[in-house]
């Protein structure tokens, strides 16, 4: 079997491959910004009805389905590619996906290769370790991102029970005002028969 053609590798033929393939970090990015924003594309004021349902009927209140919605997916819109961006930027995901492209690309001619290990040049010796140090660094990116679909969904439970808090607050303060307007209606309609029983004991 013919050998496959080599070519020399040099500092300047890795950079412009490095260069070359660098747009795929802002693209993965991007496309992974996409995916996120589109988990609450399909928010709609019906998500809020059973809330609203309840709004009205404890507190004859009507609740603003659309504005509320908006806010909320204003909200992640500016979360979400946040935590995408930190995650990408931590783990230095950018230039391992762009030294990936380089690996690809530098070793495609090499598919299908047979090889001989005695004839081996010491680069094609280490080849299958490096590739899975490679293999290893993605299959912990991997894991990260599964660890950081379980803290947005953790940061959506949280964002959820907080919402319910603060209906709750809302709700026991409607309460409160109407024990208060009622306590002073009868202290209003009680005043005129205190004054009349301290001017008989007078």
């Not at 988990?39 to 009927?57: G, H, K, R």
């Not at 490679?134 to 953790?154: H, P």
């Not at 959506?156 to 209606?185: D, F, P, W």
Request: hydrophobic share 35%.
């Amino acid at each position: 079997m013919s050998k496959p053609h080599k070519k020399t590798i040099t500092q300047s033929n890795i950079e412009e491959s490095y260069n070359r393939h660098s747009p795929i970090a802002a693209k993965v990015q991007a496309e992974y910004d996409t995916a996120l924003k589109e988990v609450f594309a399909d928010l709609s004021p019906a998500c809020l009805e059973p809330f609203a349902a309840i709004l009205l009927e404890h507190e004859n209140t009507v609740m603003n389905k659309d504005t509320l919605i908006e806010r909320l997916r204003s909200r992640m819109s500016e979360v979400l590619p946040q935590i995408n961006e930190g995650f990408f930027i931590a783990n230095d995901v950018g230039k391992k996906l762009i030294t990936l492209e380089v690996l690809k690309e530098r070793f495609e001619p090499y598919k299908g290769t047979s090889w001989n290990v005695h004839k081996m040049t010491p680069e094609e010796r280490t080849r299958p370790v490096r590739m899975r140090i490679m293999d290893a660094s993605i299959r912990y990116m991997q894991k990260q991102l599964i660890a950081q679909e379980k803290v947005l969904q953790a940061s959506m439970e949280n964002s959820k029970k907080n919402r319910e808090r603060i209906q709750n607050i809302q709700n026991e303060r409607v309460k409160l005002y109407a024990l208060m307007h009622q306590q002073s209606s009868d202290y209003k309609e009680m005043t005129p028969k205190l004054l009349e029983v301290q001017r008989t004991l007078n």
